[in-house]
């Protein structure tokens, strides 16, 4: 056995002459344990949180997004879109008209977002499953519609044989001196009200894109298209061959660059919250310094007999940062241990609960590979340099 570390369990475990050293002791390996649980909880249900918000926008927003860098609308037969058809590792292409109409029901009003999708929408996102209330149903003249917009205007499935009215303005020069003879109206009705965020709920209206084509007086044309790459496939490397087949004219967004300042917001949190918790286990491994320093102390004997028998002073001082790093070590996968239990059970058995009308009925938390290594290694860096100094300066002063 490596002595340094023999001794050092020694100290560790065996009973001190003053039994202050052992609550001291007993009081670093909670602390450490704490603050290293504390950043396992903190981090998995800041990575729930920020999975769920990932997952209503990939419900919405699709692998690949293409529009038009000048312009807004532009043709469906293009030919640099029939060769992106043919391009391997697309699952779905689906092609989306978008604009804004003014939506009437009864003595309510309000101003939304049209998005006119195929048939293909609906697979690719799993839109149907942001449904809380009716069904998605784009056949005939039915639309699904925002819960924020069905508040506004006090409607819903449950008034399936009552139509709203939406208006466009039309294409082109009217002469005509009635304003509502440069609208288009489509009567339809209300199939189902979606829920995702505020942001999507007040602003978007799904319907078939041929009702939305007749609204906004299109033919063939769209105003972008959205692409599902196939699981499995590198998805930058298709993004570069979509960018090489459509050229300038279009802008290709990835899922990432859709939501720019979403993934940075999400992303700076929890780094900053990680900071911030990092700071609090900088304050909790100081009682790793008194530990030592009672430790080195009430050993002052030891250290001289060691030194006596031919021991240097690097080996006794690997037996205490040996012995600090042991607190250490103890305590962080302590911490560990307990905040995976702990995460493990809300995920099992869902204690901490939303109250109604939440996306999930229970508080998410998600384990990530790349917290746990980041946790320990930086417990372990404080326990090292809150070891090192302590060791480093008490035994030069015992020893001169």
């Known amino acids: 056995m490596n002595f340094p570390f023999f001794i050092a369990k020694r100290y560790l475990l065996s009973k001190k002459s003053h039994n202050a050293i052992n609550i001291i002791s007993g009081i ?34 699709s692998d690949i997004h293409i529009t038009l860098k000048q312009g807004k609308i532009f043709s469906a037969d293009a030919p640099e879109l029939s060769e992106l058809k043919k391009l391997k590792g697309i699952a779905y292409y689906t092609e989306v008209v978008e604009g804004n109409a003014l939506l009437k029901f009864s003595d309510k009003q309000c101003i939304a977002t049209i998005k006119g999708v195929d048939n293909q929408f609906r697979p690719m996102s799993g839109f149907d499953t942001l449904v809380r209330e009716g069904k998605f149903d784009l056949t005939r003249n039915n639309i699904v519609i925002g819960k ?57 209206v799904i319907m078939n894109i041929d009702k939305a084509r007749a609204l906004f007086d299109f033919k063939n044309e769209i ?41 940075k917001t999400l992303r700076s949190e929890k780094a900053w919250t990680f900071i911030i918790l990092f700071f609090i286990l900088i304050i909790a491994t100081f009682n790793v310094i008194g530990s030592l320093t009672m430790l080195i102390i009430e050993k002052k004997k030891d250290i001289t007999i060691l030194h006596n ?22 305590g962080a996968f302590s911490g560990m241990f307990l905040g995976t239990l702990i995460c493990w059970l809300q995920q099992t058995f869902s204690f901490v609960k939303f109250d109604e009308g939440y996306v999930v009925d229970a508080y998410p938390v998600s384990f990530h590979a790349a917290d746990f290594i980041l946790i320990i290694c930086s417990v372990m860096l404080i326990g090292f340099v809150a070891a090192w100094y302590p060791v480093r300066i008490f035994t030069k002063k015992h020893l001169a």
């Not at 450490?32 to 949180?49: M, P, R, Y």
């Not at 829920?195 to 999507?200: A, L, M, P, T, V």
């Not at 590198?234 to 990432?256: F, M, P, T």
């Open 28 to 61: 670093a390996v909670t602390g450490v344990c704490i603050g290293t649980l504390a950043l396992v909880i903190v981090l998995s249900a800041f990575n729930g949180l920020a999975d769920l918000v990932e997952s209503l926008y990939n419900s919405f927003d």
């Open 148 to 204: 924020g917009i069905g508040l506004v205007l006090q409607t819903g499935p449950t008034d399936m044989f009552s139509p709203v009215s939406i208006f466009a303005p039309k294409r082109g020069h009217v002469n005509s001196l009635n304003p509502e003879d440069g609208l288009n109206e489509l009567k339809v009705y209300t199939a189902g009200t979606f829920s995702i965020n505020n942001e999507f709920d007040d602003k978007y």
């Open 223 to 263: 105003t972008s298209i959205e692409l599902a790459i196939t699981k499995g496939q590198n998805q930058s490397a298709i993004q570069q061959q979509i960018e090489k087949i459509l050229g300038d004219k279009y802008v290709v967004k990835n899922r990432e660059q859709q939501n720019e300042l979403l993934y």
């Open 309 to 330: 028998m031919g021991a240097d002073i690097q080996l006794i001082r690997r037996i205490f940062l040996v012995e600090g790093m042991l607190i250490t070590f103890i």
